[in-house]
Structure formats: C-alpha cells, structure tokens
Nanobody, 120 residues
Framework: QVQLVESGGGLVQAGGSLRLSCVASGIIPRINDMAWFRQAPGKQRQLVAQITRGGNTNYAESVKGRFTISRDNAKNAVYLQMNGLKPEDTAVYYC??????????????WGQGTQVTVSS
C-alpha cells in the first residue's frame, strides 16, 4: 500500500513563505513525475507545479517566480518552496505522484492534503 504524506502547511501573512513536504512510503519500485496541486473552496483542483524524475519542472503561470518545486529521489520526497505568498494562494495543497509498479503498470497517488492560509 502506497501512501503520500504531506506536511508544512499553515497560516502565514501575505508576503511570507512556507515549505511543503511530501514523502511517499510503501512498496515503491520507481516514482516518475511528482506534482503539487491545490484546491480553493468552490474551485476545481489545479496544477501548481510538476517535476519529472530527471528534474524538469513546469509551473502554473500564477506561481512562476514565487514557488519552487524540488525532489529527492533517494527519499521518495517532493517539496514546494512558496515565497511571496498572496491571499489568493489560500487552498488545500495536494501532493501527487506517478508510481511505476512494473514495466507496463503505473498509478497516480494522492496525499491527504495540507491547508495553506494566507492572510492579508
């Protein structure tokens, strides 16, 4: 059973910083892409940032220049450094990982989410 556990959310003032962490546990032969999504109340879940196993990254336009995604393959972990936070960044942040169980079989897993609240 694979689990993704996020940590690092909280309450911060506008302009502040937070660092989210997500660690995958269980039987994990290989992790392909990892990503962070977020969902604000009444809105759809949206991609925030994505990183390939080799370290190539992709960001939503709204967070470019403020957020940085990184990963540690040895620890099965992905991180999101969030600087210059704005009230509109308030959301539940979810970790996502594509895990390769075998040559032809891979599955996307989600974490339980961590709340980020930015006050103005």
């Amino acid at each position: 059973q694979v689990q993704l556990v996020e940590s690092g959310g909280g309450l911060v003032q506008a302009g502040g910083s937070l660092r989210l962490s997500c660690v995958a546990s269980g039987i994990i032969p290989r992790i392909n892409d990892m990503a962070w999504f977020r969902q604000a109340p009444g809105k759809q879940r949206q991609l925030v940032a994505q990183i390939t196993r080799g370290g190539n990254t992709n960001y939503a336009e709204s967070v470019k220049g403020r957020f940085t995604i990184s990963r540690d393959n040895a620890k099965n972990a992905v991180y999101l450094q969030m600087n210059g936070l704005k009230p509109e960044d308030t959301a539940v942040y979810y970790c996502n990982a594509n895990i390769q169980a075998s040559l032809l079989h891979n599955t996307y897993y989600w974490g339980q989410g961590t709340q980020v609240t930015v006050s103005s």
